[in-house]
């Protein structure tokens, strides 16, 4: 029988992390006014952790190393070790791990898990690194996807952290742009966009993919000419050779004939002489046999196929007439005389104004960055909004440019906030702008924040690149604006938005 009484190794062996006395090993981490100095014993460092046995059984004293030796007044050797890259508080939980075998997370933000996680892999701490990724990924994906950007490139940087790739390429495959857009996609590494190329699911149209493919590829190579006509044939050899993992993922077959024209053949000299060859002869003669593999279309795709086929089955009756998915003519009316704020109404017959779709979430993406990026120089727009669980519309007018330029506050005092309450036109309420140095204000996280009118008095906002996935949207007490939209100050989710641009109608 084996009686273990691990709590009590534990507890004594995280006393002796207290003994100031025997020490033999100092440790500083952090940097300048957050340095901290750590001590501890060269037995437990080295029989708990590979690396440590390795840093301490280097004795050659190296000045352009971060370790050396330095001799006690025991006469004792006493060796330092400089840890500048690792915050005091995540060593000093790490270094209770090397002694007690515990760590404890409820009290412990996402950061400072992230970071024990990383540092958990350096010093080859396997066990201890796996469990919490997997802790990320259960319980701070929401920290994740505020912060993809660092935790993408990261991971990328490590090649250990496999779960989180998966994830966080899953994030990639719903919201392309979080990775596309960004202003490292061209220092990406090779394996990672192989990576993504690779999904069927990943949410872009193929001529678009294509597009980026050309930039990153033409990054590597900062020699060659800006202008494609100044190319000669070893240019083209060049990009070739670059994007030579890349270019097979690309779905040419479903690229449609006028971006193959456009996007495609200015660059024919990058394919192979075979996959040209059938791909002019399939755009010419489609149902004819070709040797070059036709890889499945990505999941847009058939997803737009379908929506269509759906759209086509289900006409609006006559006494509901649809301009968008969410507002109907009468709605359009209403919202045209506050408008024109001295008319006092219009009808369906003579609304002087019309609403052109410029964005709908359900087609185009629910992520803040779509917002900015679709709507950027458009002005006198309608921002309208569904709530979810409810019929109830919400929305607000900004004569103002959308500018992904800008931040800050932007004043106006033409524009308005409104509801629609349970869709229904004769129940609404609108808020005209009361403070006009307030009237919108643009974010500088663009990747979170979205359309928002005043404090929040009207504002669509998600940290997770959905305004429908984390409930952080909102209509908050008035404050800059004459009414509030809503009763309850609560967050909420919404299942669609819409972006109109208000036109007058030609005489």
């Known amino acids: ?173 719903k919201y392309p742009n979080i990775i596309f857009e960004s202003i490292e996609f061209t220092s990406l590494h090779e394996s990672a966009l192989v990576s993504i190329l690779k999904r069927d699911d990943l949410r872009m149209k193929e001529s678009e993919i294509w597009d980026y493919l050309i930039t990153w590829g033409t990054a590597q190579n900062p020699t060659l000419p800006e202008k494609l006509e100044e190319w000669s044939d070893e240019n083209f050899t060049t990009l070739k050779t670059t994007l030579q993992q890349c270019l097979p993922l690309i779905r040419y077959f479903h690229i449609s004939n006028s971006d193959f024209i456009d996007k495609i053949k200015p660059y024919k000299k990058i394919l192979d002489k075979q996959l040209w060859d059938d791909l002019k002869q399939h755009f010419i003669l489609p149902d004819r046999p070709i040797k070059s593999i036709i890889l499945p279309p990505r999941l847009i795709l058939t997803q737009e196929l379908l929506a269509r086929e759906n759209c086509a089955l289900e006409k609006p009756t006559q006494s509901q007439k649809l301009f968008s998915t969410i507002l109907y003519e009468d709605h359009a009316a209403i919202i045209s005389s506050w408008i024109d704020y001295k008319t006092t109404s219009y009808s369906l017959t003579n609304n002087p104004y019309e609403f052109k779709l410029i964005l709908r979430g359900s087609e185009d993406g629910f992520a803040p960055r779509t917002f900015w990026n679709i709507c950027h120089g458009h002005d006198n727009t309608i921002v309208i909004s569904k709530v979810e669980g409810t019929e109830e519309i919400i929305g607000g007018f900004n004569p103002l440019t959308w500018d992904k330029t800008k931040e800050g506050w932007m004043k106006t005092n033409k524009g308005f906030i409104f509801s629609f309450k349970e869709g229904n036109s004769q129940n609404s309420i609108l808020s005209r702008i009361k403070n006009e140095n307030y009237a919108l204000h643009f974010h500088s996280n663009k990747d979170e924040v979205g359309p928002r009118f005043g404090k929040s008095e009207f504002i669509l906002k998600s940290c997770f690149f959905d305004f429908t996935d984390d409930c952080l949207n909102q209509c908050s007490k008035s404050k800059f604006y004459e009414k509030s939209l809503r009763e309850n100050c609560n967050s909420f989710s919404i299942v669609d938005y819409e972006v109109l641009k208000v036109v007058k109608k030609s005489n």
């Open 1 to 173: 029988m084996k009686y273990k009484f691990l709590d009590k190794l534990s507890q004594d062996f995280s006393e002796l992390l207290n003994d100031k006395e025997d020490h033999n090993v100092i440790i500083e981490v952090d940097k300048e006014s957050n340095k901290k100095t750590f001590t501890a014993h060269s037995v437990i460092l080295r029989y708990r952790s590979s690396y440590f046995n390795k840093e301490l059984s280097n004795i050659v004293t190296n000045g352009n190393k971060v370790k050396k030796w330095i001799f006690g007044n025991d006469d004792n050797n006493i060796k330092t070790i400089t840890k500048p890259n690792i915050s005091a508080q995540a060593f000093e939980i790490i270094l209770k791990y090397i002694y007690g075998g515990i760590i404890d997370t409820e009290n412990i933000d996402e950061r400072i898990v992230y970071e024990l996680m990383i540092i958990a892999n350096e010093f080859e701490f396997e066990e201890l690194s796996m469990k919490l990724e997997s802790h990320l990924i259960e319980f701070g994906a929401h920290w994740l996807k505020i912060h993809f950007s660092l935790v993408y490139h990261s991971i990328l940087k490590n090649n250990k952290f496999k779960n989180l790739e998966i994830f966080c390429n899953e994030i990639i495959a």
